[in-house]
């Protein structure tokens, strides 16, 4: 077995353990910088060569072969609490419970994959999301590899910006994403994600390494930074008087994470990290902005099937 095969196979191994995690760790949606996983297509072992399997399965006509052995698509429900939950280098909520059911599995020879998750703060003055993703990677070539998505997030408050609570912000985002992935030694990925919502245009870059301390015990590690520009950061025209909030700032993070699959596709998980932002703490007409620094903790269970 190559190394390129036998990395995959761990990671998706590890992946599937811990959907939660990697669908959660960048914007509101995915993003997550991992390579597809061992559903999807191998691509050619070339370096040049470009992997044709979704144009040839698309054409083919053959649902067997578009959707893939039925046997590798998987669900994972799962649960996790953060300390602080971080968007994009912003706390939008303390001490909350996030439930998710995410999916993946073959799709017109690649990695298709989708979830629902839901951030449920403790504290009322936060507000409750509803998460929505779909996206699909693909192993383009030997060692790159392509993610492309999209999804919306509703909240029970107006907000702006990520998700934090204000009178003048709106009830909804929408986003969609394309990103390259290194199917190599720390997967570094680039992602260019837009928000219609927030006319905002994200451009992202990371790296990130699982590594098998133990038998079925895992440990996660990545890095990331970001800049976003937003010309609608309320989510609307803005108030009368007011207009627009065009605003942009960078942001970066690392987070950690150990896995252990104490039973058969069940896995507990705890980690931690890291976010932080140049965004100032008061905004347009005093709005409160949030801290510029924020630490957290997390620990999660989570079943796959």
Known sequence: MG?????SLMLTKSLHATTLYLFSGLTLFAQDGQPASSAASAAPEEPFKVNTEAWDSFISFNGDRILGDPSQHQFTPSVTYYTSY???????ARDSIMPSIATSGPLFGGDGY????????FDSQYTNQFNAVGGWKYNLTE???VDVGGGFALYDKNSFGEGQPSALGSWYRSEFYFGLIGDFL??????????????QVEGVIGVSQRWELAQEVYFFWEGRLGYLNANSYF?????????KWQNGYAYWLTAVEVSWEVIKNGTIAIGGGYAGNNDGTIGLRSIDMGPENTFYGKVSISYSF
């Not at 971080?86 to 939008?92: D, F, H, P, V």
């Open 186 to 199: 720390l997967h570094p990925a680039a992602y260019i994600v837009y928000d219609s919502n927030l006319e």
């Open 3 to 7: 190394q390129k095969q036998f990395d």
């Open 86 to 92: 971080t968007t994009a280098g912003k706390r939008i």
């Open 143 to 145: 060692y790159i590899d």
């Open 114 to 121: 989708g979830a629902f998750t839901g951030v449920i703060p």
């Open 235 to 243: 989510g609307y025209d803005g108030p009368a008087g007011v207009g």
